[in-house]
């Protein structure tokens, strides 16, 4: 029998460690050669747990992302394939998944999807015939073994499927409920947007950890490095629902012109993010969106000292560090995942 | 839909095809030209206004019906149109004043296209239903 490609250690294996997790987005191919991915893979690779593929990023034409994805595959690091609904029907969303799981990709990054005014191709007919909630639904109901028709998956694929959610973005105070939504859909992991607010970010916490979500799911935040005053501006203005205070613009923007300063500025900011999200309680760990700068990625690991779970759980039992601490960790994060397995 | 309705008259109208069909032809303008007026109904054939703080979710060019997405601009304003309130932020807001406002945090399943243009009351009257998700 053909065998899938898989990672030494997958996501959920880095999830149920109980150990803080990264991951990392990287570029999409945006061209036939599959070089561009695999170099862009190799560069965060031994930082991370695993790596993002996104789709059509902000409605520009990519590499399909299952293509992409399985390309990281390969390279011996586990990849999170994101699927947007903006392009594809159920049915093509369906036989994505299945091709995907054939390639040896299961972690599934359900997305609703940038709208495509903000891309390249805003003549394109909107799709969305689902919505990001429904995918994730119809993700765990192919791996329960059944098309949304209804019928049989023989055999069914192993996916792993997430979720996002935007606390910087009205309305503000359904945003854990909306996360809550997901989770009872059968999301798996949740991947933040871009933290640059800690305070607003830090308030959603609370009542995520109210709702006790932090319990039921692995939650990343967010994090990402800017490169220079001019990139933050167009994130503040022109990217919808992301938020960059003035005071991280002023900064970058008192960094100057020259290269190795702003961007060691960039990088900077990043890591105090970092650092301070580290003080909020029911995170499982940081995803890193470096947003076409993969090389800042080993730099930003070294100064937040962000290990990936797999290193450190090899790590530890090299050591001799008990494994009962892991362990409590482990069921304190299992607990919610193994009830939405059953 | 959540709204009950008798199993009896279920029966009736799923029964007497050609009588539903003629209520079909009577009741579809009236309900678009009261619901497009009132809540901006698009026709879906699957209405979930009262689910959604009579907010109709059709009129979100993402058509999202499970809440927002994560492009709402910081003023609460649409991204992809920037000239109307976010159709969830709007919901949201009405859902609270409703005696029923936990009912937004129902997960709606996925729309039956083929049903888009009909009438929503006379398919629950006649028990038409979407996909319930298990």
Not at chain 1, 80 to 95: E, P
Not at chain 2, 90 to 102: I, Q, V
Not at chain 2, 104 to 112: E, G, S, Y
Request: aromatic letters at 4%; charged letters at 25%; a positive charge.
């Amino acid at each position: 029998m053909i065998r899938a490609v898989r990672p030494a250690v997958s996501l959920e294996e880095a999830f149920r460690s109980g150990l803080p997790v990264v991951t990392c987005e990287i570029a999409s191919g945006d061209g036939a050669d599959p070089a561009d991915v695999i170099r862009r893979a190799r560069l965060v690779r031994d930082h991370v747990d695993a790596v993002n593929v996104p789709d059509n990023t902000a409605g520009v034409a990519h590499m399909a992302a299952w293509a992409a994805a399985a390309l990281v595959a390969r390279e011996g690091v586990d990849p999170i394939m994101h699927v947007t609904c903006r392009d594809r029907n159920r049915l093509a969303l369906q036989s994505d998944l299945l091709g995907a799981a054939a390639m040896g990709v299961r972690n599934i990054l359900c997305l609703t999807g940038d709208h495509m005014v903000h891309g390249d191709h805003p003549d394109a007919k909107p799709v969305f015939d689902l919505d990001s909630l429904q995918l994730v639904h119809l993700a765990t109901l192919m791996r329960r073994g059944r098309y949304l028709s209804g019928r049989e998956i023989e055999p069914a694929p192993d996916l792993f499927p997430g979720a996002t959610e935007n606390p910087f973005a009205p309305p503000y105070d359904f945003r854990p409920l909306r996360l809550q939504k997901k989770v009872e859909a059968g999301a798996r992991f949740i991947q933040t947007q871009i933290t640059f607010n800690v305070r607003r970010f830090s308030e959603f916490m609370g009542r995520v950890r109210d709702l006790g979500l932090d319990q039921k799911v692995p939650i990343l935040a967010g994090v990402a490095p800017l490169r220079s005053a001019r990139a933050a501006r167009y994130m503040r203005e022109r990217v919808p629902g992301m938020e960059v205070p003035e005071a991280v613009v002023r900064r970058m923007e008192q960094a100057g012109g020259e290269r190795a300063r702003r961007e060691d500025e960039g990088i900077r900011i990043c890591v105090e993010i970092i650092e301070q999200l580290r003080e909020v309680p029911g995170l499982a760990g940081f995803h890193l969106m470096p947003i076409h700068w993969e090389e800042a990625v080993a730099e930003i690991s070294a100064r937040a000292r962000l290990r990936p779970a797999r290193s450190l759980a090899a790590g530890a039992k090299e050591d001799g560090t008990p494994d009962d601490r892991i362990e409590a960790t482990r069921d304190s994060l299992i607990g919610g995942t193994r009830e939405q397995r059953a | 839909m959540s709204i009950p309705v008798p199993a009896p008259v279920r029966g009736f109208f799923r029964r007497h095809t050609a009588l539903t069909r003629a209520l079909e032809i009577l009741v579809r303008p009236i309900e678009a030209l009261s619901k497009k007026a009132v809540f901006g109904c698009k026709m879906c054939g699957q209405c979930i206004l009262h689910e959604t703080g009579m907010t109709c979710p059709m009129g979100c060019p993402k058509t999202l019906r499970n809440g927002p997405c994560g492009g709402v601009r910081m003023d609460g304003r649409c991204e992809v149109l920037p000239e109307m309130m976010c159709v969830w932020v709007k919901a949201e807001r009405r859902s609270r004043w409703l005696p029923w406002r936990g009912a937004i945090l129902k997960i709606q399943p996925a729309l039956d296209w083929s049903r888009k243009g009909s009438s929503a009351w006379v398919n629950v009257l006649a028990g038409r239903r979407g996909k319930e998700t298990s």
